[in-house]
């Protein structure tokens, strides 16, 4: 019987692991293995680091937007975990949307119970499922706090016209955040970019009723926290704009929970090398 297989959503699947319904995610057409005109709802199996799901695709919008680029857009369900076969073709895929005819039935295997992550606020589902641009500040906010950031201030919210979100402090590393939920948001926000870029390459400036000031041998970052992807967007020289996906951060706490090595310094350094390779 032929299944769809999907692997590693940029997304993630790790928001269906967190319980049982439905839930939506998206691939652009460069992830498409298949023939887009081919799609249509069905049986799928859904595959990340080496966890395995039996569910099936709905609601399927062939013409949408992904990442900036042309896409799909659905919606998916989980029922039950498997294990693949040992040194499966399928684990030398790369990520993207397949069509396979399968040589076992993942149906048969022992059925795996969807796993609650009790470290998880119960937040970070409201950051993922919100269409509210305060509720994504607000929580957002909060898990850069939970981050253990705590040379933190932001903006009163609807007082913060052409200015970002927030700045933080850490250990060297000086960031001015600003969310979004938008998908194409870098033509609008191009002002303000810059406008970020400038505040920080004067390497002093005041928050409310604080002032900060920025070492020479400091890091200076922008950061557009979204729904969408993490990358570089711009390099200004002592001044980097990134696009940070909102789950990354949450998986950096996780991490940062389950890691009792982690110290002040690697964290340090995975906030600020987030976007390049070596790290996510």
Same mark, same amino acid.
């Given at each position: 019987?032929?299944?769809?297989?999907?692997?590693? !959503?940029?997304?993630?699947?790790?928001?269906?692991? #967190?319980?049982?319904?439905e839930w939506k995610a998206k691939y652009s057409d460069d992830y498409l293995k298949i023939d887009r005109g081919k799609i249509k709802e069905g049986k799928a199996l859904f595959i990340d680091n080496g966890i395995c799901w039996n569910g099936i695709v709905t609601d399927i919008n062939l013409n949408s937007k992904a990442y900036g680029k042309s896409g799909v857009?659905?919606? $998916?369900?989980?029922?039950?975990?498997?294990?693949? *076969?040992?040194?499966?073709?399928?684990? %030398?895929?790369? *990520?993207?949307?397949?069509?396979? #005819?399968?040589?076992?039935?993942?149906?048969? +295997?022992?059925?795996?119970?969807? *796993?609650?992550?009790?470290?998880?606020?119960?937040?970070?589902?409201?950051?993922?499922?919100?269409? !509210?641009? @305060?509720?994504?500040?607000?929580?957002?906010?909060?898990?850069?706090?939970?981050?253990?950031?705590?040379?933190?201030?932001?903006?009163?919210?609807?007082?913060?016209?052409? @200015?970002?979100?927030?700045?933080?402090?850490?250990?060297?590393?000086?960031?001015?955040?600003?969310?979004?939920?938008?998908?194409? /948001?870098?033509?609008? %926000?191009?002002?303000?970019?810059?406008?970020?870029?400038?505040?920080? +390459?004067?390497?002093?400036?005041?928050?409310?009723? @604080?002032?900060? !000031?920025?070492?020479?041998?400091?890091?200076?970052?922008?950061?557009?926290?979204?729904?969408?992807?993490?990358?570089?967007?711009?390099?200004?020289?002592?001044?980097?704009?990134?696009?940070? /996906?909102?789950?990354?951060?949450?998986?950096? $706490?996780?991490?940062?929970?389950?890691?009792?090595?982690?110290?002040?310094?690697?964290?340090? +350094?995975?906030?600020?090398?987030?976007?390049?390779?070596?790290?996510?």
């Amino acid at each position: 019987m032929k299944y769809y297989v999907l692997l590693h !959503s940029l997304q993630g699947w790790e928001s269906g692991y #967190e319980k049982t319904g439905e839930w939506k995610a998206k691939y652009s057409d460069d992830y498409l293995k298949i023939d887009r005109g081919k799609i249509k709802e069905g049986k799928a199996l859904f595959i990340d680091n080496g966890i395995c799901w039996n569910g099936i695709v709905t609601d399927i919008n062939l013409n949408s937007k992904a990442y900036g680029k042309s896409g799909v857009v659905f919606n $998916y369900n989980l029922t039950t975990g498997f294990e693949l *076969p040992y040194n499966h073709e399928i684990t %030398k895929l790369k *990520p993207g949307w397949y069509e396979m #005819e399968l040589d076992f039935d993942p149906e048969k +295997k022992p059925a795996v119970a969807l *796993p609650q992550n009790l470290l998880a606020p119960d937040f970070f589902n409201n950051l993922l499922e919100t269409n !509210s641009w @305060r509720l994504f500040e607000n929580y957002g906010f909060m898990l850069l706090k939970l981050l253990g950031i705590h040379n933190i201030r932001k903006y009163e919210q609807g007082n913060n016209k052409g @200015r970002a979100d927030g700045f933080f402090q850490f250990k060297g590393l000086n960031v001015l955040f600003d969310f979004t939920l938008e998908d194409e /948001f870098l033509e609008r %926000k191009t002002d303000q970019v810059n406008n970020y870029v400038n505040q920080l +390459k004067k390497g002093a400036f005041v928050f409310g009723n @604080r002032h900060f !000031s920025i070492s020479p041998n400091d890091s200076s970052q922008v950061w557009i926290i979204t729904r969408n992807t993490t990358q570089i967007l711009q390099n200004h020289g002592d001044v980097v704009v990134k696009e940070i /996906f909102i789950e990354d951060l949450m998986d950096l $706490y996780l991490e940062r929970l389950e890691n009792d090595d982690m110290d002040e310094a690697q964290l340090k +350094k995975k906030l600020e090398d987030i976007a390049t390779n070596d790290v996510w």
